[in-house]
């Protein structure tokens, strides 16, 4: 397999050379690969948000309806209807989230969803509208909770819906005693007169949508998929189960709660090929300004750039042998004066 380092000697072999490195070639390389050993359709949806350098704006790097535009590019022109995705992503919108699997379904018949990594809930969403997810034990997914953004004094917070709707059942049972009324004050205000709606309103379209694609994808023709549905889509969107938004959902506990999970490691091939492509991915979010990748492995690509060039942003590192000799320095040559000879 090459490893994020195995990664890094093939780039570094192009500085060597005195060439630029090659981040497209090295990466469509591993996805033509994967392509000839699996016989499917492989498309890789990558961002840049598990890599350092630079304040990328978080428009950039989730599930947004420009990423249709992406999948279409891409889709173009690909035969079959088995179909890969390599899937790498923080989440997003989940009206984006439901167009992309809508016209995906379109298209292909069989869905294998690759998490290299991460794909957390809009991206675990997704991931429910396949016939099987494809995780190792470094993958995770992560609740479907929506989470809204919501002013404070202290700047824009992402807060989960389920904590709205407690946080205001809580102040309904305190403010019954006066004396607590005045510590809600200044929180009573956030509260607009939609929220509570929106709130209960996006926590049930995430669970929906999830129920129905689990019911018409993975557990179809299962003997109670309609209730294994239910039971999945009830448990991820469920903040109280989690804690946090952010928490992690090994293969083994999505497994316990009935998704079908195939283990990467299972056919050491395909690990080794798709972990490749996914290194590769990362390689290119850190060492050059892109920070969305939908590509497949016919070379075709919708590539998000940030427009500002960000500050600091790593370079790839040049490894050089220990024992190269340093270049000699060049010793500066003074000139001589003439003296100048009295009569």
Request: charged share 25%; proline share 6%.
């Amino acid at each position: 397999m090459a490893t994020w380092s195995g990664i890094l000697a093939e780039l570094n072999e192009y500085i060597k050379a005195g060439k630029p490195p090659s981040f497209d070639a090295i990466r469509r390389k591993y996805l033509v690969a994967a392509h000839k050993h699996t016989g499917r359709n492989i498309i890789l949806y990558a961002t840049k948000f598990t890599q350092p350098g630079g304040d990328v704006p978080p428009g950039l790097i989730t599930i947004v309806d420009e990423d249709l535009q992406g999948f279409m590019e891409v889709v173009h022109g690909l035969k079959g209807e088995k179909l890969d995705l390599i899937l790498h992503s923080p989440g997003g919108s989940p009206t984006a989230a439901e167009s992309i699997v809508a016209y995906l379904r379109s298209k292909f018949t069989d869905i294998r969803v690759i998490v290299p990594q991460l794909a957390m809930s809009a991206a675990t969403m997704i991931a429910c509208a396949a016939d099987r997810i494809v995780m190792g034990k470094h993958s995770f997914l992560g609740p479907i909770d929506t989470q809204f953004n919501l002013p404070s004094p202290l700047g824009a917070r992402m807060v989960p819906c389920q904590a709205i709707l407690d946080q205001f059942e809580l102040a309904k049972r305190e403010c019954a005693d006066p004396t607590k009324l005045g510590g809600w004050m200044p929180i009573l205000p956030q509260y607009g007169p939609d929220l509570l709606i929106q709130c209960q309103n996006a926590l049930d379209l995430s669970s929906d949508l999830v129920e129905d694609w689990l019911k018409s994808y993975m557990f179809a023709g299962m003997r109670g998929g309609a209730k294994r549905a239910k039971d999945v889509s009830t448990w991820l969107s469920n903040h109280a189960n989690f804690k946090s938004h952010n928490r992690h959902l090994s293969r083994d506990t999505l497994a316990s709660k009935g998704l079908v999970i195939d283990h990467l490691e299972d056919d050491q091939k395909e690990q080794d090929l798709f972990l490749s492509i996914f290194h590769a991915s990362t390689h290119t979010l850190t060492g050059t300004q892109a920070v969305k990748i939908i590509e497949n492995h016919l070379g075709k690509a919708f590539i998000k750039m940030q427009a500002i060039p960000i500050s600091g942003t790593p370079v790839v590192p040049v490894v050089q042998p220990a024992d190269e000799p340093k270049p000699k320095k060049k010793r500066k040559q003074q000139s001589k004066k003439k003296k100048k000879t009295s009569r």
